[in-house]
């Protein structure tokens, strides 16, 4: 199920009405900057979320993505590539899992494909044992669910690190490719996660906080 969404305040009220993909990684206790009691006191209106907007990393992601979607684009000639920015995407059994997607993607079998953009700079060793062996756990987390909410076949995460080394600027560029078929346990563990945590929403009683090392 689409809703199509054309402006960003109806947006934002959409998002109160379920979780998204950028929200699952905290349900699982995976986010490290919102956990799991914090993002249910978000949804029942006890806290507002933070803006961060303004803030550097924020920014800097917000005007790169559209550039590196159309690089995207060009390195994937063959892959339709389109993008609408508040569409929001339903699950049709159960609509409060949504997704807002980077791009939404058909190959030239005509399978329908997601396209999730990050921007990262790397500070220390262990954010780079992150990318080097897979892609962070959020970031998971945020792919099962749109694989999850769209019940498309398969998911592409265009990562730009950056990196800055005896003084100088360096940046690569990275694509992680998941098939939903590979991954279908661990959306199935996600989506029966999210339900209890809705069913916490439902009833306003507080999940059990999840302790991360």
């Known amino acids: 199920m689409i809703v199509k969404i054309e402006d960003h ?7 109160m009405n379920g979780i998204g993909g950028s929200e699952s990684g905290s349900v699982i206790g995976v986010n490290p900057w919102c ?14 979320p933070p803006d961060i907007s303004d803030k550097p990393a924020v920014k800097f992601g917000k005007v790169a993505e559209e550039h590196i979607r159309e690089l995207f684009r060009l390195d994937y000639p063959n892959m339709e590539l389109d993008y609408h920015e ?16 980077d791009g939404e993607l058909t190959d030239e079998t005509g399978r329908r494909g997601i396209l999730e953009i990050k921007t990262t700079t790397i500070q220390n060793k262990s954010q780079w044992d992150e990318w ?30 950056r990196w800055y080394r ?14 939903r078929d590979d991954v279908l346990d661990d959306i199935a563990y996600l989506r029966e996660q999210e339900m209890r945590f809705m069913d916490c929403v439902n009833s306003g009683k507080p999940p059990a906080a999840i302790i991360t090392m």
């Not at 305040?9 to 998002?15: F, G, P, Q, S, Y």
């Not at 669910?145 to 498309?152: P, V």
């Open 35 to 48: 956990s799991n009691v914090q993002l249910w006191r978000y949804k029942m209106g006890i806290e507002i």
């Open 132 to 161: 080097e062996n897979g892609i962070p756990q959020r970031y998971y987390a945020q792919i099962l669910h749109q694989l999850s909410a769209t019940g498309w076949q398969f998911a592409i995460l265009r990562a730009y690190i």
């Open 86 to 101: 508040y569409w929001v995407y339903r699950n049709d059994a159960h609509p409060w899992q949504f997704a807002t997607l």
């Open 9 to 15: 305040d109806t947006w934002i009220k959409e998002r």
């Open 166 to 179: 005896d003084g100088e600027f360096r940046a690569t560029v990275r694509d992680y490719r998941i098939e």
